[in-house]
């Protein structure tokens, strides 16, 4: 029964990013937004070839056949997935549906993904879920830089790249580091704590490693629509899966395997600034 579940959520998430892609290519919709920012479009493909690299370098550089770590606890896990499971779909309704621009969408940002996992953490203190860390060695800690490395030069140094951001010159040096600073705590660091280190984690326990991940990534996904979308709803999800989903499968399989944080929030943290900071060279 358990897998029939894991392979129903591995499948069918597979199949809404694939046939999300072949929607746009007979529509003609093939250019998706990549901020939220501005209107300006890139090729979808243009996100997909930095996250195959990447994803076949997680894959190969360097072999392992242990196990990740994961998470130790008895009902705590499943109650504590399916929590988080519910804010995560709350969040991106609510973001949806939500009037007007910020605070809004930080508001329910810092209410559904730091303030209840923070309350759900407390209440269930008396049965812990613990994530069990792996022994700190050379593999752990710099087998990550092939494929982030990869991926970075492949999204910002190649014919891949998006067009840089002028934002830079439109404000003083103050505003742009504060900027930057907060954007980097409220969406990378924030976002990659709940989706990868809290969400995936437990389902991983609960699905196995590559059902939690699509699922992780589409949960993160499914938001951006408010923030990106342009009110036709089968498009914007359809845009956000072949984007922000395929995103997430780089991210969420950096994390299966090296179970380190520093390689999200570079990931992460590029996809926001680097246009920015690009800018100013």
């Not at 499948?11 to 919709?29: D, E, H, N, R």
């Not at 709350?90 to 910020?102: I, K, M, N, Y």
């Not at 309350?119 to 087998?143: C, H, I, K, Q």
Request: proline fraction near 7%; avoid cysteine; charge should be positive.
């Amino acid at each position: 029964m358990r897998n029939n579940i894991n392979y129903a959520v591995l499948g069918g998430g597979l199949a809404l990013i694939a046939g999300s892609a072949l929607w746009l290519v007979l529509t003609g919709a093939t250019d998706i937004r990549y901020s939220a920012d501005h209107v300006d479009t890139v090729p979808m493909w243009h996100r997909w070839i930095p996250v195959l690299a990447g994803l076949a370098l997680v894959r190969l550089v360097p072999p392992r056949t242990e196990p990740p770590g994961g998470v130790t606890g008895g009902r705590g896990v499943r109650v504590q997935a399916v929590v988080l499971l519910m804010a995560a779909l709350v969040f991106a309704v609510a973001l949806r549906w939500s009037v007007g621009g910020e605070p809004a969408p930080t508001a329910l940002k810092l209410a559904l993904l730091a303030a209840v996992p923070t309350a759900l953490f407390w209440w269930s203190r008396r049965d812990p879920v613990t994530l069990v860390r792996e022994p700190s060695t050379a593999w752990r800690r710099y087998g990550p830089a092939a494929p982030v490395a990869a991926w970075l030069v492949l999204s910002y140094a190649s014919p891949l790249a998006p067009p840089t951001s002028d934002f830079a010159a439109t404000v003083d040096t103050l505003t742009l580091v504060v900027t930057v600073v907060v954007v980097f705590l409220v969406n990378a660091l924030l976002e990659e704590v709940f989706y990868r280190r809290w969400l995936q984690t437990r389902w991983e326990h609960l699905l196995g490693p590559w059902p939690a991940i699509v699922l992780s990534s589409l949960l993160w996904a499914s938001w951006h629509i408010g923030i990106q979308g342009t009110g036709d709803l089968p498009r914007d999800l359809a845009s956000a899966f072949v984007n922000q989903g395929v995103q997430g499968l780089f991210l969420g399989y950096l994390w299966s395997r090296y179970r380190l944080m520093w390689p999200l929030l570079v990931v992460h943290g590029a996809v926001n600034a680097a246009p920015i900071l690009l800018g100013m060279v």
